[in-house]
């Protein structure tokens, strides 16, 4: 009996999560998990886990050490966007508008939107505000541009309200954020984060609307969560109070330099498995006999 030879395996094709699937998980028993991402390499470890990652504009305080959002702009989201988009192969990726890029008018922000996407090929863009946003929001799905709303505390919005504070902590305060909410969501958004507000506001928001509702310090019961992953690794000294920290990375990145630093200044690195040692030489040969062989006769 003869032995056949293995058919060779087709390369398994992974398909990225489309906006209409996403969209589709409104309600699911299982929450979407997304995380943000701001290199290729952390795209590539993210992937496998996660439905959607954001090319956040919180890339300006995780990555270049800026106060705030304000001072992110569209070539940086970008340059992020493409190298995310090397990296990942099956999350949605979408990307912040920063500020002034879409705020002066519907018409602005669809050449920003249409330029992000155009440029990236990610697949979906998200934008801060609620009902003073909802025209361009419809503007911009209308013209075949998927958008994720934000609402609750607004980042970039922290110049007039005075800092990073939770919202809807009172009952009293809750209407003008779901009527927000509302809008963005009749507007045609398929997706909308809500961060930092009072949990039974976040579940009534989740309950209210169409889109998909990703949480953010808000509940357990939204239809996703979504963290800074440089928050949730623990990378920095203080993160807000709506992260879990599933890692401590800072402390131990800080121990591994403090021990390359050692070995250098000991001259213990590098060490004789680092460095490249010299080619034996090969010996010479003419006609087809080593030079240096004598003639047997």
């Not at 922290?158 to 009749?186: C, F, H, M, N």
């Not at 976040?202 to 969560?225: F, H, M, N, Y």
Request: proline share 6%; net charge negative; hydrophobic share 45%.
């Amino acid at each position: 009996m003869s032995l056949q030879p293995d058919t060779p395996q087709k390369p398994q094709i992974v398909k990225r999560m489309t906006v209409p699937q996403f969209a589709a998980r409104k309600g699911s028993p299982e929450p979407l998990v997304t995380l943000t991402a701001y290199s290729a390499p952390m795209a590539r470890l993210l992937d496998p886990h996660c439905d959607m990652l954001l090319v956040g504009d919180s890339v300006g305080m995780a990555l270049y050490g800026m106060d705030s959002t304000l001072g992110v702009t569209v070539e940086m989201i970008i340059n992020h966007g493409l190298a995310v988009m090397r990296g990942s192969q099956k999350a949605l990726v979408a990307l912040d508008m920063p500020f002034g890029s879409y705020e002066a008018s519907k018409e602005l922000a669809f050449e920003t939107a249409a330029r992000m996407l155009a440029q990236t090929g990610a697949q979906a863009v998200k934008l801060e505000g609620g009902r003073a946003q909802a025209e361009t929001v419809h503007f911009l799905t209308e013209r075949g541009i998927p958008v994720i709303g934000h609402v609750g505390l607004r980042p970039q919005s922290v110049l007039s309200t005075g800092g990073y504070t939770a919202q809807g902590r009172e009952e009293a305060d809750w209407q003008p954020i779901l009527d927000d909410a509302k809008a963005i969501a009749d507007a045609g958004a398929f997706a909308l984060v809500v961060e930092a507000v009072a949990e039974p506001l976040a579940e009534k928001i989740t309950d209210l609307v169409a889109p998909v509702v990703i949480g953010i310090g808000a509940s357990a019961r939204c239809d996703g969560q979504i963290l800074v992953t440089e928050d949730m690794l623990g990378l920095f000294d203080w993160s807000p109070r709506f992260v879990r920290q599933y890692a401590a990375l800072g402390p131990g990145i800080s121990d591994a330099v403090a021990a390359y630093a050692k070995d250098v200044r000991s001259r213990n690195f590098p060490g004789d498995e680092q460095v490249y040692k010299m080619r034996a030489k090969k010996p010479v040969i003419k006609n087809s006999v080593i030079e240096d062989k004598k003639d047997a006769s």
